[in-house]
């Protein structure tokens, strides 16, 4: 009883201490575009101190719009096959500023980029993902670096809890105790891990600097989520065009609203970017 009981008063000191985010100011106001020229894998990230499959599609995207890449649907060979993509590379990646970005496009691409110059994303499906715990501990230590977080714990963390649980097993195994009291022992050890693994999951803690990069992401995602009719109340707002809707793509599909954007330039974005090719001979926003 005791052993998890010190563990969970542990862990809770620990995270009252180092885990929890500074207080903001609480008003977010509309903003116009992502705060310091950050990606949409990072915004993705500070906004929800996690990673989703959704922030890897919106970089893609987002690398696109840069001109590394263009994304070309590909149309279906029969009735039961999928829709797939063909990515082609458009040019040379020594320009790419994150070594995240850089790792996401090797990912596709292989290292000898150079070599490669179009990749299936179906072909992608058994390989890629082996990249991506690569490419979020790039992105942590990007933004560590950039003083967004005080406290950000990576993997390493875990994997030391699961050697650690198994190493107390045995030694609880080898003490000469009686067969409940060893029962006893391993289910308060696995308790005990459980409370840190779900502490640990909880640890990571923005800096003020990081709190006040998410308002304004939040404003950002305000100003994409709403209608026209109060868009156009914000003073300075940028002008609706089709170049304003590629370059904040990427981050509405983080931000979960790439659909109310896509909406309001239903009728304005009606051809296809330089990055996007449809074979189909169709194309809306």
């Not at 072909?123 to 977080?149: A, G, H």
């Not at 409940?180 to 391993?186: A, G, Q, S, Y």
């Amino acid at each position: 009883i005791f052993i998890p009981l010190i563990t969970f008063i542990f862990m809770f000191g620990r995270w009252h201490k180092k885990g929890r985010d500074p207080k903001g100011s609480g008003i977010i106001v509309p903003e116009y575009d992502a705060p310091n020229g950050l990606t949409p894998i990072e915004v993705g990230f500070l906004l929800s101190d996690k990673f989703r499959k959704s922030d890897i599609s919106a970089e893609i995207i987002y690398l696109a719009t840069k001109g590394y890449l263009k994304v070309v649907a590909v149309e279906k060979k029969g009735f039961f096959s999928k829709n797939d993509y063909k990515l082609v590379r458009q040019k040379d990646f020594s320009t790419v500023e994150n070594d995240f970005d850089k790792k996401i496009l090797d990912s596709i691409f292989g290292v000898k980029s150079s070599l490669v110059s179009t990749k299936n994303l179906s072909s992608l499906e058994k390989k890629f993902y082996t990249s991506i715990s690569k490419v979020k501990d790039l992105v942590k230590k990007n933004l560590k670096s950039k003083e967004y977080y005080k406290n950000l714990p990576n993997g390493i963390s875990i994997m030391v809890l699961i050697v650690f649980f198994f190493i107390s097993i045995k030694a609880v195994a080898l003490l000469d105790f009686s067969s409940r009291n060893v029962l006893l022992l391993i289910c308060a050890f696995a308790v005990s891990f459980i409370i840190v693994g779900i502490f640990q999951s909880l640890m990571s803690a923005k800096s003020i600097k990081g709190v006040k990069v998410r308002e304004q992401i939040l404003g950002l995602k305000k100003y994409l989520s709403i209608a026209e009719k109060d868009r156009l109340q914000f003073h300075n707002a940028p002008e609706k065009k089709p170049e304003l809707f590629e370059k904040l793509l990427p981050y509405a599909m983080v931000l979960g609203v790439e659909k109310e954007w896509a909406e309001e330039f239903e009728n304005i974005y009606t051809t296809p970017p330089s990055w996007y090719e449809d074979q189909h001979g169709t194309f809306n926003s």
